[in-house]
């Protein structure tokens, strides 16, 4: 599991950056299949899932995503074999409910 956090644009979606994954990834490995996920609740947040299978280079992946106001926040599950993907899912799962935003505007004091 890891998090990915990229900028993003003022007119992106969510459904709209899932999209783009889903095609870039049909693109570098024709034959992932890829589906929507139940969302995971996080508070009042629900954060959409996209799962890739078997996904590029032969795994078996969840994607969860979180858009802020300046920043995509991606979670991600990977495993190379089905069994122990839906083995960690739970854990996933809990991971992405742990999920806490604290600001937009950071700064940084310098003395």
Known sequence: ???NVVSKAADD???KLMAGDAEEA??????????QGEPIKIGDLSAPVQQFTPGAFKRYEAVAYILEEK???MFVLSSKDEKIFKKDYPA???LVQSYRFLSSNVTVEHK
């Open 1 to 3: 599991m890891y998090i």
């Open 13 to 15: 979606t969510a459904e």
């Open 26 to 35: 049909r693109q570098s490995a024709p034959a992932t299949v890829v589906v």
């Open 71 to 73: 920043v995509l926040v």
């Open 92 to 94: 996933f799962v809990a």
